[in-house]
C-alpha cells in the first residue's frame, strides 16, 4: 500500500503499562507526592541561593539553574502522566505530543551539559582555589549555563523536526508514558537512518563526552583533596564535591540505560520504569542529596526557615 493512503497522524494514544492497571494507580499516587516534593525541594533551593548572599557563588548559581530545570522537565511530563493514568481514552495531540518531546528533550540535553560545566566548577574550585575567583568570574559562568541551554535546545529542535516531519503511516498508539522520542521512532513508516545518526552523535556529545570530562575532572579533585594535610579540609572539600557526585551518577546511570542501550521493537516494562526514574526521581533527590550533604545549604535553610517562623509568631 503507498504512503499517501494513509490518513495523517492528529493525536497520539500513550497506553505505556496500560497493561498494569492497578500499578497505574500505585504509580499515580507515587508520582503527585514526588512532584509535589520535587516543585517544593527545588523552588526553596532557588530562594535560598537567592536570599542568602553567601550562597551568591558560581557553584549556587549553577545549582539554582539545576534547580529550575527539574521544575520545567518535571512539568512538562508529569502532569500529562498524570493525566494520562486516570484518563480512558489517553489521547494527546500532534503538537502537544511535539511540544512535550521538545521540552524533555532540550532540557535533559542541558542537564547533561550544566552538570559537566558544574564538574569544571568544582575542579577550579579544589585545584586552583587561588585563581578560583578570577577564572570563575561572573562573566564566564553565566555564559557558561547560557550556553548549556542553548546547545540542548538546539539539540530537541533539531531531533523534534526531524522526528515530526515523518510519516507515522497511521501508527498513532506509543508504547510509553510519555512523547519519547525513542517510543515515537518505532512507529515511523520511512527510512530513519538519519535520525539514528543524529540520536547517535547527540548521545556522544552530550551524554558520553560530558560524562567523560565529569570523570576526568574528579581525577583531578580526588588527587587534589588527598594532598591536603587536614582531615577537615578534606571533609570539606570533598562535601562539596559528594553532593555533585550523586546527582550524576543517578542521572547518567539512568540516561545512559536509556539512549545508550541496544534497541528492541518492543518497550519493556523495565524500560518505562528506569524512564520514571529518569525522569522524576532524579528531580526530586537533586535538592534533598544537596540539602543534607552541603553545610552552607543546611545553613542557609535553617536561616531562612527560622526567620520565617519568627514573623509567623509575630
Not at 492528529?10 to 504509580?27: A, I
Not at 550524576?248 to 540505560?257: D, K, M, N
Request: aromatic share 10%.
Amino acid at each position: 500500500m503507498k504512503m499517501e493512503n494513509y490518513s495523517a497522524v492528529t493525536e497520539f494514544f500513550l497506553v505505556g503499562l496500560s497493561q498494569y492497571p492497578e500499578l497505574q494507580l500505585f504509580l499515580f499516587m507515587l508520582c503527585l507526592i514526588m512532584y509535589v516534593i520535587i516543585l517544593l525541594g527545588n523552588s526553596l533551593l532557588i530562594i535560598i541561593s537567592i536570599l542568602d548572599s553567601r550562597l551568591h557563588t558560581p557553584m549556587y548559581f549553577f545549582l539554582g539553574n539545576l534547580s529550575f530545570l527539574d521544575i520545567c522537565y518535571t512539568s512538562s511530563s508529569i502532569p500529562p502522566m498524570l493525566i494520562m493514568f486516570r484518563s480512558e481514552t489517553k489521547s494527546i495531540s500532534f503538537i502537544g505530543c511535539a511540544l512535550q518531546m521538545v521540552a524533555s528533550l532540550g532540557l535533559g540535553s542541558t542537564e547533561c551539559v550544566l552538570l559537566a560545566v558544574m564538574a569544571y566548577d568544582r575542579y577550579v574550585a579544589i585545584c586552583n582555589p587561588l585563581r578560583y575567583p578570577i577564572v570563575m568570574n561572573r562573566v564566564l559562568y553565566v555564559h557558561m549555563a547560557v550556553w548549556s541551554w542553548i546547545i540542548g535546545c538546539l539539540n530537541s529542535l533539531v531531533q523534534t523536526a526531524l522526528t515530526m516531519v515523518l510519516p507515522f503511516c497511521g501508527n498513532n498508539v506509543i508504547d510509553h508514558l510519555t512523547c519519547e522520542i525513542l517510543a515515537l521512532l518505532k512507529l515511523i513508516c520511512s527510512d530513519i537512518s538519519m535520525n539514528v545518526l543524529i540520536m547517535t552523535v547527540a548521545s556522544i556529545v552530550l551524554l558520553v563526552l560530558p560524562l567523560l570530562l565529569i570523570f576526568i575532572s574528579y581525577v583531578f579533585i580526588l588527587s587534589s583533596i588527598l594532598r591536603i594535610n587536614s582531615a577537615e579540609g578534606r571533609k570539606k572539600a570533598f562535601s562539596t564535591c559528594s553532593a555533585h557526585l550523586t546527582v550524576v551518577i543517578l542521572f547518567y546511570g539512568s540516561a545512559l540505560f536509556m539512549y545508550m542501550k541496544p534497541k528492541s521493537k518492543d518497550t519493556k516494562a523495565s524500560d518505562e520504569i528506569i524512564g520514571l526514574s529518569y525522569g522524576v526521581v532524579t528531580p526530586m533527590l537533586n535538592p534533598i542529596i544537596y540539602s543534607l550533604r552541603n553545610k552552607e545549604v543546611k545553613e542557609a535553610v535553617k536561616k531562612v526557615l527560622s526567620r520565617h517562623l519568627h514573623l509567623w509568631k509575630i
